[in-house]
């Protein structure tokens, strides 16, 4: 690009005006005939000599003495004059800044309107922020306020099943819930949470000891009969006379009226009392309520029997937990592959017994991961098709 064609640019983008009776050559040209015109008191030459000096065009780029020409175009009230004293003045403060772009915008200078249109922009986008900022922290002093009433109305509940006062914490919840605390709601399901419990023998070679000893298949499956879901469910199961728990720790989520079913295999070389019981946390995850110790309606202490009573019945562990159980026809399908084809073979009886060797370990953790059960289901339903009938 020429330095000509350079100086129509500026012209025509507005930083300056077009001053003479024909485009100078180049920009020391333009400065010279602009200079000897800004002597004599011409606003729009002194605007453009104003812009040389700021940015070197022509001259030594000097801001002061661009901003002393600058000063000159806007006494006269050079609109151009007052929009670049808002872009190069920045010593200024802002009030003057602002003074310098409200006259620019008040004698039609198209980007200063623009600027203070963008401006305004800001302005009211950090307004709504900062009234969002205040809102959000008005709610948040309101949850936590909500929060720590609700806090002391759960330790209430609490303090009462801990002291095994059931009755008066199921009473306590139909007050409250009565009174408009509606968020009870899914406590109080929780203490009507039922319960089967089915301990089925089976003989396996225990991996826990090097002597032959039986492990139990334990189905139990929740009943929630309220019309409220409930939340956060853990069955455990403490041994009677010991510190001992065991089953398992899973979280449940029992919807109203459904029932979630569950198998575990347990090996012991003594007879176990066990009384099942519920770790619920229906207050929510994020209230930091301690969770409710609960009784189960229906649920008795029940015997789980050592190795020394169980009939001899090989059990088929993975299909028993996959199915639930162990009488699916699929987990049928399978004990009579293995007694009417596998027993009949020294390899399918080494692999019988290679099977119920490792099959609880691999029981457990599979009964732990609904995903894969799903996923094996899918796999032994396949295979049991082309089983030998």
Known sequence: MTFQAEIDKRIKDGSIYFVG????????AAFKLWSELAKNGD????????????????TAKSLDQGLNW???????????????????????????????????SN???????????????????????????????????AQTAENNRRSTIAIEIVELCNAEKYEMAKNRCDELIASGETWLEEARASFDIQLELVVRKNEVDSPITSTV?????????????SSVDIRNVALVCRVVGHDEHFLDDDIYQINAGATVSKVHIHS??????ILPFLYVHPFGKNTGYHRLRLPIKGAKKTLVPSG???????????????YGNADHPVVKS????????????????????????YGPFAANYVAKRPALSSCLRFVFSRIEKFLPR
């Open 21 to 28: 009776d024909a485009l100078p050559p180049d920009w020391y």
């Open 43 to 58: 606003p729009k030459a002194q605007l453009n000599v104003g812009w040389c000096y700021v940015h070197g065009e022509g």
């Open 70 to 104: 600058l000063h000159r175009a806007a006494a006269a009230n050079c609109p151009k004059a007052f929009w670049h004293l808002y872009e190069n003045d920045v010593e200024s403060s802002d009030l003057i800044r602002k003074d310098y772009l409200e006259k620019a």
């Open 107 to 141: 004698f039609g200078s198209k980007v200063a309107l623009e600027k203070i249109e963008q401006n305004n922009t800001l302005v009211a986008t950090a307004a709504k922020k900062a009234a969002d900022d205040a809102l959000k922290q008005q709610m948040e002093i």
């Open 213 to 225: 000893n039986k492990s139990s298949v334990i189905n139990y499956s929740f009943k929630n009969p």
């Open 268 to 273: 012991s070389n003594k007879n176990l009392y």
């Open 308 to 322: 020394g009573e169980f009939p001899q019945k090989n059990g088929c562990f993975v299909l028993t937990v996959c």
């Open 334 to 357: 399978f004990r009579s592959f293995r007694d009417n084809s596998l027993s009949k073979s020294k390899h399918g009886r080494f692999l019988t017994r290679f099977y119920y060797k």
